[in-house]
């Protein structure tokens, strides 16, 4: 059963920094896609980043990219970070990982089939 775990959540004011975790089990693929999605409250979930296990190649979208850094700890290569600095209250949103084999197509949530639970973040004054 893949189950994907994360945590790091919590709030922080403008321009301050957060990182969330995300912990995969259970997926036996030979390669593997963790990717962040966030979706902000009433808005449609958006994938933001993503690495690719094999290559170590990661991705990001344009409202992120300089300002967040995916990450794989290197002892335990299913554990994903997110660090997310200069955060503004545009990122508020609850943020998700999901897994699948390849990153084409990373960012839209209909390709994926396994997901975590969420964690919030709140970036307000």
């Known amino acids: 059963q893949v189950q994907l775990v994360e945590s790091g959540g919590g709030s922080v004011q403008p321009g301050g920094s957060l990182r969330l975790s995300c912990t995969m089990s259970?997926?036996?693929?030979?390669?593997?896609?963790i990717t962040w999605f966030r979706q902000p409250p009433g808005m449609e979930r958006e994938g933001v980043a993503a690495?690719?296990?094999?290559?170590?190649?990661?991705?990001y979208v344009d409202s992120v990219r300089g300002r967040f850094t995916i990450s794989r700890d290197n002892a335990r290569e299913n554990t994903v970070y997110l660090q997310m600095d200069n955060l503004r209250p545009e990122d508020t949103a609850t943020y998700y990982c999901?897994?699948?084999?390849?990153?084409?197509?990373?960012?839209?949530?209909?390709?994926?089939?396994?997901w975590g639970q969420g964690t919030h973040v709140t970036v307000s004054s």
């Open positions: 999901a897994v699948k084999y390849m990153c084409a197509d990373f960012s839209n949530p209909s390709r994926f089939k396994y």
């Open positions: 690495s690719f296990s094999t290559t170590g190649n990661t991705y």
């Open positions: 259970g997926y036996t693929e030979r390669h593997n896609c």
